[in-house]
């Protein structure tokens, strides 16, 4: 199979004339002939062809070598199967035959070679495809002609009733449209919905689809099940091009849907600016009224939003004297059939309501002489009523208005939200005077527990938090979460809207949210330096903790908030406050590396070593800053007496840390000023370790000429060389060697550095420990060799530099797996390539 996927003829030959068993399934199935096929292989095909290879045997997903040849195009091949016996209408498991998969595609030179074998040419597949659908739908038209010509049925539909001139036109694949009609397909045909072709192509906006029909007889006036014909179907999707060809074919412009539509009114419903100017240009009649409601075309303008619609078909209406509409006001909207306030469109709005978010308010007078309809009719999903509408808008005018003309000022939409709500929400302050003094609820709440006064702090609206405030509103309510107004405006940093709660004292300056974030703590977070400050003086505990302990004190200095920690400092704040797993403030500010807050705090007389607990596992600051890489903080901490050396639970010293991150500047300063070069962690493991293991040459290097011990064992038996090889630090491994390391020295595990080299794929490390001698068949954990190890991993260049060095290939692990086994069983087919032909 290998040599057949690789064409190498004179190798099959050899294999073949060996005794080899020529239809020999892979895994997934494959022959060799298949493989052959499907890469075009034509000498090898013949070959096998020729020394009775089974033509017509499947893989596990029913694909045979002809199948396979078709998916590639390979046409020389095909012949050859075909010429050999090979089965011409094959099917895979969904029913797909190779003339269909030739179709599809569009090799016109397969197709023909399969018809003239015999190939059955009205075949569906399960998916409704015969080869001349197929080869309508991706447009290749020269397979449809020779498809046609060899006795294709051009109305064979699938079980959904399409053709294959539906197909063609759904795409717009003009020149198979052509090929079709030519060849007699019905123009006419319907699916079962009653679409035709033509609708078809009007549905999916393919002009020159719809030119070539209609050129070609189509019927234009034909409508589907639903009663739309091509021109409603078009005017409703906004393809002008093809409304104005229709138009100019003669189509009936007042066509009607079930409903009463026209096309014209579809148009007006969706917008479609550009059909209606087309509709009304060519004289469509603008006096039909239809649809559910009944409606004229200048009413569904005027419903459906658009200002443009209205205005285009309004100036009709003056032009045209045969229809009767009276003069409207600025905007035209009130005809018989809908001057009605409670009248509704499809989306459940009104015309009150949209008028309000006009500001039209010569129609909403209008409307609102009609005293029989209520006015407070909520309006589309979002339950708008229109003082909701005209509060929400900031619409004095006319909330006036709505109040004057009995519009109930407490009533709530689906979401608990009054008039009052929007109007505090948005800060419109003169729409919010009108409702508080015409008897507003204050403190309303929604389903989510907003009240006005919580919305109007929230989105800093001060002057409004002041009126309601002065209104009677609780000032120390609260949203679901907890929050409260004066909590709302301290995370949003309006220091006015904080200045105005706190002139109320009802307030309560310290209540949290559901989380335990106070006012100051939310205010220390954010940075908003003016909020601290007023909090601060209008008598906030300093140091309130959070649930976990934190204080502002400790938000602002983990955040690097100077100025926020030199005002809380300053107000009281306690320096060495920790949260609840023993973390002060410097610790934090150390940890995050801001250096400047880190100064501060030092020079406010904060612990050097504070926070060292059980909980945090006895870091420090300094610990933290080294292994957090923030030299600058390192520096500052030692400066003022850190304790260089100190470990926490762990064992770990910021010298460690600090390896571990890989940070040079910061290992050459710990080291200048003092650091044990040689501490050992709990776990055994050095600096040097550290710096190894995550492979950081350069800290490494710098560890050894500072005088680390190479000898060092951790936990696990690893030494220096054993985490250079495995981090692939090439460099180290030769230096460790010269230093007198043992080039096959193990771990507890049993693994040497070239092992590990080896599995990580590191050449460079294996090629210097196979110059210092390392024993290259050296058994490891499993009885893995250097070799195994780099096969199970894929690794072919360390596989072939083993190799070439003298690495038994034969050699089995505990479980009997040589090389090959191994590599295979780990999908590996390069490595397995390589070595079939290196062993």
């Not at 030959?13 to 298949?34: F, K, R, V």
């Not at 199970?792 to 692990?813: R, S």
């Not at 479980?815 to 390589?834: K, M, P, Q, S």
Request: glycine residues 10%.
């Amino acid at each position: 199979m290998v040599a057949a996927s690789f064409n190498y003829e004179h190798i099959v030959g050899i294999l073949l004339m060996s005794g080899a068993n020529i239809d020999t399934q892979s895994p997934n199935g494959s022959t060799a002939l298949t493989i052959a096929s499907s890469k075009g292989n034509i000498s090898i095909v013949k070959l096998l062809v020729e020394s009775g290879a089974s033509v017509d045997l499947p893989d596990n997903e029913g694909w045979t070598p002809l199948m396979s040849s078709v998916r590639n195009g390979h046409t020389i091949v095909v012949e050859i199967l075909l010429e050999a016996g090979a089965n011409v209408d094959v099917k895979l498991e969904g029913g797909t035959t190779p003339l269909l998969y030739a179709s599809w595609h569009g090799y016109l030179p397969i197709v023909e070679s399969f018809i003239t074998h015999g190939a059955k040419i009205n075949d569906l597949n399960s998916e409704g495809l015969s080869p001349l659908i197929s080869a309508a739908l991706q447009g290749h038209a020269a397979v449809a002609t020779t498809l046609l010509a060899s006795g294709a049925s051009p109305d064979l539909t699938n079980g959904e009733g399409w053709t294959s001139l539906m197909r063609a036109a759904e795409r717009g694949h003009r020149g198979v449209v052509k090929e079709l009609v030519r060849c007699g397909a019905d123009v006419d045909f319907k699916r079962p919905n009653g679409s035709t072709a033509l609708n078809i192509a009007c549905e999916h906006g393919q002009f020159d689809a719809v030119v070539e029909l209609v050129n070609r007889g189509a019927s234009i006036e034909l409508a589907d099940k639903e009663g739309y014909t091509p021109l409603i179907t078009a005017a409703q999707l906004g393809y002008s091009d093809i409304v104005q060809f229709l138009v100019n074919r003669g189509v009936n412009m007042n066509a009607r849907l079930p409903s009463g539509g026209t096309a014209l009114i579809t148009a007006a419903w969706y917008k479609r600016l550009a059909v209606v100017r087309i509709l009304v240009d060519n004289g469509a009649d603008i006096s039909i009224c239809g649809d559910f409601q009944n409606w004229s075309p200048l009413t569904v303008a005027y419903f459906s939003g658009y200002l443009e619609l209205v205005h285009l078909i309004y100036m009709q209406t003056l032009e045209n004297e045969n229809v009767s509409q009276p003069s409207p006001p600025a905007a035209p909207i009130v005809v018989a059939s809908c001057n009605s306030i409670a009248t509704k469109s499809r989306n459940g709005d009104t015309a009150l309501r949209i008028a309000c978010e006009r500001r039209d308010l010569k129609v909403i007078k209008t409307l609102l002489r009609d005293t029989y309809n209520d006015l407070n009719l909520p309006s589309g999903d979002k339950g708008l009523t229109p003082l909701m509408t005209a509060s929400r808008d900031c619409n004095p005018d006319v909330v006036a208005i709505l109040l004057e003309a009995g519009a109930n000022i407490n009533l709530k939409n689906g979401d608990g939200h009054t008039a009052l709500n929007f109007a505090a929400d948005r800060g419109h302050l003169p729409v919010v005077e009108i409702l508080l003094d015409k008897g507003a609820s204050v403190d309303m709440l929604t389903t989510e527990c907003w009240t006005p006064l919580l919305l109007a702090a929230s989105n800093g609206h001060a002057n409004v938090v002041n009126i309601l405030l002065k209104g009677g509103a609780y000032i120390n309510s609260q949203y679901r979460n907890g929050s409260t107004a004066l909590l709302s405006a301290s995370q949003h940093c309006d220091d006015v809207a904080v200045a105005e709660l706190d002139v109320e004292k009802r307030v309560n300056i310290d209540m949290p949210d559901n989380e335990g974030w106070t006012p100051l703590m939310i205010a220390a977070f954010n940075d908003h330096e003016n909020v601290v400050d007023i909090l601060l003086k209008a008598g906030a505990t300093v140091d309130a903790q959070h649930p976990n302990g934190a204080t502002a004190l400790y938000i602002a200095s983990e955040n690097g908030h100077l100025s926020v920690v030199e005002m809380l400092l300053e107000k009281g704040a306690s320096v060495d406050m920790a949260n609840k797993v023993g973390n002060s403030p410097l610790m934090a500010a150390a940890f995050y590396g801001h250096a400047n807050v880190v100064d501060t705090l030092l020079e406010a007389g904060a612990s050097i070593d504070n926070g060292a607990t059980d909980q945090n596992k006895g870091d420090t600051p300094l610990i933290v800053a080294a292994v957090s890489g923030n030299d600058d903080c390192v520096i500052l901490l030692l400066d003022n007496g850190a304790r260089i050396n100190v470990a926490n639970s762990d064992g770990l010293t910021p010298l460690i840390g600090a390896a571990g991150e890989g940070s040079v500047e910061l290992v050459s300063l710990l080291l200048q000023k003092g650091a044990d070069v040689n501490a050992t962690s709990l776990e055994g493991s050095s600096a040097l370790h550290m710096a190894l293991a995550f492979g950081h040459f350069d800290t490494a290097t710098l560890l050894l000429n500072h005088g680390a011990s190479i000898d060092a064992v951790d936990k696990d038996g690893d030494n220096a060389l054993l985490l250079a090889a495995h981090s692939g630090l090439d460099g180290v491994v030769k230096t460790l060697i010269e230093k007198g390391l043992s080039v096959d020295f193990t771990n507890n595990e049993g693994k040497s550095a070239l092992l590990n080299a080896a599995m990580e794929g590191h050449v460079g490390v294996v090629l210097v420990l196979l110059h210092a001698g390392a024993n290259i068949d050296q058994r490891g954990p499993n009885g893995t060799t250097a070799l195994l190890g780099a096969c199970k991993n894929g690794h072919l260049e360390a596989v072939k530099l083993l190799v070439e060095n003298g690495a038994a290939t034969d050699l089995q692990d505990d479980e009997g797996r040589d090389c090959i086994a191994t590599a295979r069983v780990h999908n590996h087919d390069d490595v397995v390539n390589f070595l079939s032909t290196h062993r």
